[in-house]
């Protein structure tokens, strides 16, 4: 019975993330975890503690991360192993129960409303940043539907907000409890409380020294071409191309991710400079070939000249395969040959004083990876990305949600342009000001503003070292005490 409690708590809790966002449930999944725990906490066995966190996660995965099967249902030859994506599911199960119980086992003195969410917050970190690809699972995505909440990533970054987001969640079973209700509250306020209120007072008074800069003329083309449409070659793909150039006005044309429909050939590129107007400055997605490898590039194009940056952080099983000559089933997704990673710095100059940070699909989540000492001063960040692979409901929109998020946390304005959507202007504090639907072909023209905005991502991985701190303290302090 308990095991099945568990599988429950797995589905209910993917129902706190987009596109739901059924918030208050966040008030009985961790009180409930909390009691289950704490009701016979120190007779536990760690057996225990790992197959009920692993189905958890089993819940979970299988709820949050469905939309995987979609890429097998694009080609006839792969329907037939969609079954393969299960496998991903349970791999990250286990790896949670893993987590959950070696936190749960070093932690154990530690009062559980405080425990849970170094739990959850540590299976976060831990999948984040050594199981390639999945720093979509993060709680900090429940703040990307209140543009006023997600202030609190740019204060805090995505790991600690995460912590915040469950902590709070946490909070009625203090009142639920007849426990030492004093001293954990009196913890709370000390360790969590005090901190936040001292770096919010830090970046409000930092924040309102931002100015105005400039003013760009931005035009967005959601082209919606679709994989395995056999009918529309890549000349009209070109021509649709240029009859949008055509008939622009703006200063900054952006389209999607592998939108140019040929291998980047000196003609074709010269065609569209030619179509281009002076001063205007096309961004499109492409596939470059150099050296006997394929890259996934973004390309910006003015009539002068033509730069381009190459991704860097590369889809497993989508844009390269790992032993490929085992797997042969997965060539029909990826393609006969792998994409190479990037080497290029990722910033790219517009003017002398306006530069943007290029970031290609799904490397947008990876938020410890897009800002270095060379680029943090980029006045935008440009996302453009193919959601086809996504499917039409969960995938699509979980990857829009953790670009507002990302928009936030570095404090830069997002330029998300999607090929088949949900592509978007987001301001730097995640508030959406223009965008487009899902499956639609669309443009839009906008007026971006730029401001001089500082962020604190150097603040945000201090907070991560002091969750850590916070964690040994209370360890040692409830340790000593008992």
Known sequence: MSILIYFI???LTSL????YFFLPLGFIIFPSFCFLLDSNKENYSYKNIFYKFTIFGFGFFISYLFWIKNPFFVFEETKNFFLVFLLLIIFLSVILGLIFTTIFKLGKKIPIVFLIPFMFTSSEYI???FFYGFPWFTFSLLLSSNEYLLFLLKSFGTLFSSYLIIQIFCIPFIFLTKGNFAQELKNLSLFIALPIIILMIIIFTVEKNNFKIKTINLEIFQLNFENNDQSLTPEKKLQRIIKHIDESTADLLIFGENNFPYLLDDLELKIIKDSLKENQTLIIGATRYENNKYYNSLVN?????????DKKILVPFGEFLPLRDSLTFFKSIVGQNDYSKGKIERIINLSTNISFIPVICYEIVFYWKLLNKFNNKGNFIVNITNDFWFGDYIGPYQHFYLTKTRAAEFNKPIIRVSNNGISAVIDNNGAVLNKTELNKTENFKHKLL????NNFVNFHLILKIYLFIIFTLTHFYYLRKK
Do not use: V
């Not at 706190?16 to 596109?19: C, E, I, N």
């Not at 009539?303 to 381009?308: F, G, K, L, R, V």
């Not at 730029?450 to 905005?453: A, C, M, V």
């Open 16 to 19: 706190l993330f987009p596109p």
């Open 450 to 453: 730029l401001k001089e905005n």
């Open 301 to 309: 194009i003015n009539s002068i000249n033509i730069t381009y940056f």
């Open 127 to 129: 999948i984040s940043i």
């Open 9 to 11: 708590l797995g589905l």
